[in-house]
């Protein structure tokens, strides 16, 4: 089974849904024969390159609520052992974080990619780290095990650059405007940071129509929240 997930690296219900998953994942009988890969998907494709405070971008753009959401989130990421640290977050463009995430599955697979999917998630939420820098993002991925050399000299050029705007934009054409969005088999799509229960309901099902060969959809539990635009649902 393969299970492509699509997200951006500044979206914290991605890091949400991507521990309730796990959590679906480690008890699934066939987690073996489950591969799963990440794809790029931009909340702000536009984002400057020069990094600024988090708490500052939010406030300008959702007002004083911004705070309130922040700490939704935070106390729900508690929940999933992840530790937001919003004051030192940084915005920041996250496309070279996807290149780099591109350059991870292509060379070393689809686990080490997504440990440094982890670790990218954990430098942006938790460390502060910009993760639009070249040299702090060649640190995240030396730490997972990726080559120094061949890192540095990849951000440097514009290799991926190409393949990860044609994920982009087969993103769009999939019709996904929100993100996490879990798709099993390139058939059946999960919107949202969904419970692990529900997760693991449709791993059963996946398995299910796989074996039997059944073209039947899935049927799946309503989107669960998730970001879109820059947003994320609070």
């Given at each position: 089974?393969?299970?492509?997930?699509?997200?951006?690296?500044?979206?914290?219900?991605?890091?949400?849904?991507?521990?309730?998953?796990?959590?679906?994942?480690?008890?699934?009988?066939?987690?073996?024969?489950?591969?799963?890969?990440?794809?790029?998907?931009?909340?702000?494709?536009?984002?400057?390159?020069?990094?600024?405070?988090?708490?500052?971008?939010?406030?300008?753009?959702?007002?004083?609520?911004?705070?309130?959401?922040?700490?939704?989130?935070?106390?729900?990421?508690?929940?999933?052992?992840?530790?937001?640290?919003?004051?030192?977050?940084?915005?920041?463009?996250?496309?070279?974080?996807?290149?780099?995430?591109?350059?991870?599955?292509?060379?070393?697979?689809?686990?080490?990619?997504?440990?440094?999917?982890?670790?990218?998630?954990?430098?942006?939420?938790t460390d502060g780290v910009d993760v639009g820098d070249r040299a702090a993002l060649v640190d995240v991925a030396v730490a997972v095990g990726l080559d120094r050399e061949r890192v540095t000299a990849y951000l440097a050029g514009d290799e991926g650059t190409a393949e990860v705007h044609a994920q982009l934009a087969e993103g769009?054409?999939?019709?996904?405007?929100?993100?996490?969005?879990?798709?099993?088999?390139?058939?059946?799509?999960?919107?949202?940071?969904?419970?692990?229960?529900?997760?693991?309901?449709?791993?059963?099902?996946?398995?299910?129509?796989?074996?039997?060969?059944?073209?039947?959809?899935?049927?799946?539990?309503?989107?669960?929240?998730?970001?879109?635009?820059?947003?994320?649902?609070?």
């Amino acid at each position: 089974m393969k299970v492509e997930i699509w997200s951006d690296i500044a979206c914290p219900w991605c890091y949400i849904g991507k521990r309730r998953f796990e959590e679906a994942l480690a008890d699934f009988p066939g987690k073996e024969q489950v591969e799963v890969v990440y794809r790029p998907y931009q909340l702000v494709p536009d984002a400057p390159t020069t990094a600024s405070p988090h708490r500052a971008w939010l406030a300008e753009r959702y007002g004083p609520q911004s705070v309130a959401m922040d700490a939704r989130v935070a106390e729900l990421g508690l929940a999933e052992g992840i530790a937001y640290d919003f004051d030192a977050a940084l915005h920041a463009n996250t496309f070279l974080g996807h290149r780099l995430l591109h350059l991870a599955e292509s060379e070393y697979g689809p686990e080490v990619q997504g440990r440094l999917k982890e670790a990218l998630l954990k430098a942006h939420f938790t460390d502060g780290v910009d993760v639009g820098d070249r040299a702090a993002l060649v640190d995240v991925a030396v730490a997972v095990g990726l080559d120094r050399e061949r890192v540095t000299a990849y951000l440097a050029g514009d290799e991926g650059t190409a393949e990860v705007h044609a994920q982009l934009a087969e993103g769009r054409e999939l019709g996904i405007s929100a993100v996490p969005t879990f798709v099993f088999e390139g058939k059946w799509a999960v919107q949202g940071g969904q419970d692990a229960g529900t997760f693991r309901k449709v791993l059963d099902q996946v398995a299910a129509e796989i074996g039997e060969r059944r073209p039947a959809p899935v049927q799946v539990a309503p989107a669960g929240e998730a970001c879109a635009d820059g947003s994320c649902a609070v």
